[in-house]
């Protein structure tokens, strides 16, 4: 029998860990290029905005997501800017399919299959039906990057369960250090990031190593949490009074926003009893976790594994291991995926955000299944019949795409004859700001209503300093909105003492723009 702590299949894993993350790749090829909200609304911008240092410049051209740490955005940016969009896409997707790697090596150090190559063969499949979930085919591809910073915690939580149960302080903070950088990235990384930590509440054996390791993991992930995001929420702090603003202005007081929290949260579960129908409810309307249509049984069947599981290793006598299962890694893995889930829902609800917990599912499943007192071939049978079930009933969402162009932003701006002097103004709810790189650099962009404020709220400094800015303004000015949003663009240009000039008006397109983007010279109203 092949041991829990057999060695790693380094050279079958080398074959897989190029092949599967080539393969998605290619996957995201055959679909057609990301066009999501998100990478129109601030992702392409905030790379931009952060590389030309246009903070303080431009104002609330992204709106809210305009004030998150740029860093992730800034790979996609410059490989854009620079490569073909086929190129690029392919990257992106192998990238994406990296998460093969730590799934591998949890399913790996989970299983007990005597055979080695069996127990690699097994290992590779669980990891595989990781990276087909609802939720990781929908953003194959895609600038979210939920299956990017989602790399942070899997590798933690493999570098945990492979030393099982000797991992102690130096490999412990590494993991931590790893799973941190999520979170410096991508703050919804959050809850699977802190659940790999507290798991040790669970699956440590003393109340010593309980708190040893999860202090350990918990100081590591800090640190490199802070290190890539510290200093962009301390100039938040310095500009604005709030490093994490606009969030939690209630408590920060800042007088650039409301005394709000603003967060956003889907709050799927508006109780206990919503928590515990939560499968029922989701499967119902998929969209209390998300704005687009999808079906995936995985996050439901953990609502029945997840306990299973739990209880069959705290019933394992001493701690031994099962005939497929080893008991130690596996209690931590459930418990990692209870706690994550648990803080997600709690925290965000958006069903992006539990991509982790997505892609650990299969191994959840075959595992608990792998410690019930059955006879080994009746669990691989009912393990098998219940990821085939899960894998066919699949149904990812579309967060919208276009076809593939050359330029993956490739944006029409009609000639400006002064940049130096010209001013544009955005209004509406229309993500806009992916357009504004490629409008002259000196050309200064305001935003003056969208999600995070408008006329409508003077106690908002921003709303005070760009009308100071659009009064005391002597150049040209334009307005750039969507044309079936024409009578917003109007009401809130008015209030700014502006009209448009409809003779004057132009287009401006893009291959990732959905319309024509009106694009047309203001005059001032008498008084204006």
């Known amino acids: ?3 829990a702590g057999a060695p790693f299949p380094w050279r079958i894993a080398s074959i897989l860990f190029v092949l599967v993350p080539a393969s998605y790749g290619v996957l995201a090829l055959s679909l057609d290029m990301d066009a999501n909200w998100d990478l129109r609304n601030y992702h392409y911008y905030n ?5 030309e240092d246009r903070r ?9 997501p305009g004030f998150y740490n740029p860093l992730i955005d800034v790979p996609f940016f410059l490989a854009a800017e620079a490569w073909p969009a086929r190129l690029v896409g392919f990257l992106l997707g192998v990238a994406q399919g990296l998460n093969f790697l730590p799934l591998f090596g ?4 989970v299983l007990r299959v005597e055979d080695a190559r069996r127990r690699a063969v097994v290992a590779a499949i669980l990891a595989g039906l990781g990276l087909v979930g609802a939720g ?7 600038t979210f990057y939920d299956n990017i910073v989602s790399l942070g915690p899997l590798v933690a939580l493999w570098f945990v369960v492979a030393e099982w149960p000797t991992a102690r302080g130096r490999s412990i903070a590494v993991a931590g250090a790893i799973a941190g950088l999520a979170v410096g990235l991508k703050i919804p990384a959050g809850p699977l990031v802190a659940a790999v930590g507290l798991a040790f509440f669970v699956s440590a054996t003393t109340w010593a190593r309980r708190l040893e390791c999860t202090a350990t993991f918990g100081v590591g992930a800090v640190v490199s949490a802070v290190v890539l995001a510290g200093p962009w929420n301390y100039g938040l702090w310095l500009d604005y009074g709030n490093p994490l603003f606009p969030y939690l202005n209630a408590v920060f007081e800042s007088p650039w926003a409301l005394l709000q929290d603003y967060r956003h949260s889907l709050k799927p579960a508006q109780g206990w009893i919503d928590a515990l129908l939560f499968p029922a409810l989701v499967i119902a309307d998929p969209r209390i976790v998300g704005e687009v249509e999808f079906f995936d049984l995985r996050i439901p069947l953990l609502y029945v594994f997840v306990p299973i599981g739990l209880i069959a290793t705290w019933q394992s006598r001493a701690g031994s291991d099962a005939p497929l299962v080893a008991v130690g890694p596996a209690r931590h893995v459930f418990a990692t995926v ?17 991509m982790g917990v997505e892609m650990l599912a299969p191994i959840v499943i075959a595992a608990a299944i792998g410690l019930l007192s059955l006879t080994r071939r009746v669990q691989f049978g009912f393990a098998a019949v219940v990821l085939i079930v899960v894998a066919v009933t699949v149904r990812p969402g579309d967060w919208g795409r276009t076809a593939w162009s050359d330029k993956w932003v490739r944006v029409t701006v009609p000639p400006i004859a002064e940049p130096d002097r010209t001013l544009v103004l955005l209004t509406g709810y229309e ?6 790189p490629s409008f002259p650099p000196n050309v200064r962009v305001l935003r003056i209503h969208g999600y995070f404020t408008g006329p409508q709220e003077p106690a908002n400094r921003f709303n005070t300093v760009m009308r100071a800015t659009v009064n005391g303004h002597t150049g040209p000015m334009f307005a750039l909105f969507i044309p079936n949003d024409a009578d917003t663009a109007r009401r809130n240009l008015d209030a700014y003492g502006l009209v448009i000039d409809p003779g004057g008006c132009r287009s401006v397109e893009s291959s990732i723009g959905y319309m024509p983007y009106g694009f047309c010279p203001l005059v001032r109203t008498p008084g204006g």
């Open 1 to 3: 029998m092949t041991p």
């Open 47 to 51: 790379a931009y905005a952060f590389l």
């Open 56 to 64: 303080g410049f431009d104002f609330l051209v992204a709106d809210v």
């Open 106 to 109: 949890i399913a790996w150090s």
């Open 136 to 142: 990781a085919l929908s953003e194959v591809g895609t």
């Open 338 to 354: 209870a706690i994550a889930f648990g803080l997600w829902l709690t925290l965000f609800g958006h069903y992006r955000y539990a």
């Open 431 to 436: 993500p806009l700001s992916f357009l504004v």
